[in-house]
């Protein structure tokens, strides 16, 4: 087998894989030492796979006080309980830590490859601990674990990295790897995972990619090869039961944008709620949205050379909302856009042009940061005064500057909340230092009560409330109610995560009037392991979880206070073109002046 990488010298080769093990166990990757151990999973590990077994591999190994970037701090990489199976959609993989944006628990959830490979090769996490004396390469495969120096790819942005890497392997493998900004410990870096067709995807959120580079791991290099260690007890029943999720998957009316459009699709929906950030969370509604909606999207990669849509990100994917988008001359430009950063990078900056979009995503992809928080410290850079609103080349040059590491392209890679301290702006979306996705909280409510109130920061992921769910007669405005719906689909999220199910799948069962989809996952998961689980069995699985996350945040030392939105939310009004927001004059003015729609109700 190659050495990882053109030039790298191998430093040291350690073969670990005892004999006898079940196909679930537990790799300890020492950085400090180079050495690595494989255990079979006992007692909590042994029954919880994905973010679970990260909340609890944090719980009981990592000391809550500790500094999220020293050497006490463990990264946590772990597909979920139905990784490598058949179920559809079910290759997603949880990443822990301790955040060093929100200095409490963090899980990214990310697709790509690299939670089907673990789980193929039976394990059920891998562990880093500890610190490289240098950048180090780590490779895992059917053969063990090997290290190898990471110099060679010192200064180099996420897509050469990934040239490197994929050159001396060919394609049978996936990459995680941080860039410039994780190695510089920003705070707004995430970790990069390929996909099979060699995109990216990022486990985000939280700035685990500082958490990666504060080890001196550069890349982790996984090759599945001859390996299907994934032990299904019955089979039959397990095909059974994934033949009527799946189906019901493609049945899915709320999934045929999706299909379509990509989560571009959502662009027109959050438009129409007023709930599209805009303008730094002052409005909730673009007057150029139309040019960066789904419809928009769609004719567009229908038309360009080279551009792609209904693409999977991982092997079981069935809804396929990926993309690869290219530019007018059919050149690759970034794979795949998606709404969260048409959203932060778009709309809150008033840039309305997909193509300068892309090449903001493109960049943050190379330096290896958050669209989203990237995103949002865009806009408050604007509010702030760095550059003028909607200049997408200003914002291009200031992304880029991360790689460079200026001064002003290190605090935009640490995000909104750093960014508005340096530039003294007060009204920054965040919620324990991690900037809100592309929901304003005013007018979903409920998924403002998950904002505030999730363990891992604000995020959509942890929780979106919609109307159209499980109660029709859920109001996402009304003044009561909100934290019930809030709590159900926090746990509900949580299990998902847990399961390793895609998000996407995972809105499937909630919106189902059947109301039996959530016994068919958890029939599913018996066939897999063999036991058996009660009904409530998810909605325990995701309430397990969240304590867990409570927990470790309250001996962090985070308190009820970390659970609020930023004042602005409570004390400015939301109006779909600003005209009700108290904070600029100039707003209200240019308001009646264009011609937005009005605020109408989300839709039922
Ligand atoms: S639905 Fe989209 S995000 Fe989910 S697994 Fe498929 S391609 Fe990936």
Redesign the pocket.
Known sequence: MPIIGVNIARVKAILVKEQGLSVSSILRINLTTLTATQAEATGDYRRLGGRAITASVLNHEVPPSCDPLGEENKLIWAPGLMGGSIAP?S??LSVGAKSPMTRGIKEANT??AMGQKLARLGLKAVIFEGKAKEPTVVRIDEAGVSFASARPLSGLGCYEILEQLKSDDGNNICIGCIGPAGDMGLTASGIIFT?PDFQI?LAARGGLGAVMGSKNLKAVVVDDAESNLVEVKDLAKLEEKVAVLTEAVLTSPS?EG?RRQ??SHITMLTQIAGALPTKNFSRGQFDQAGKISGDSMEKLLKMRANAKSG????D???????NIFTDEAGKFVVG?MEYESIALIGSNCLIGDLDAIARIVRACNHAGVDTMDVGAALAVAMEGGLLPWGDGAGALRLVEEIMQGTENGRMIGCGAKYTGEKLGVQRVPHVKGQAMSGYDPRVLKGTGVTYATSPTGADHTAGMVLPGGRDPQYDPDAAQGQARESRFMQQWMAAIDSLGF????GMVPIEDQTKKLDRTMIDCLSAITGEEYGDSYLMELGEAVLAMERAFNKAAGLTKQDDRLPKFFSHEKLGPGGHNCVHSKTDRVRQQQTSLPPLVCYPR
């Not at 079981?316 to 990926?322: D, E, G, M, P, Q």
């Not at 895609?502 to 799948?505: F, I, P």
Request: net charge positive; hydrophobic share 35%.
């Open positions: 959609c290759g997603r697709g790509g996909t995807r999934l999706l990509g989560t693409l999977p990100c991982m079981s994917c069935i809804i396929r909302c990926s795949s895609c998000m996407m799948l």
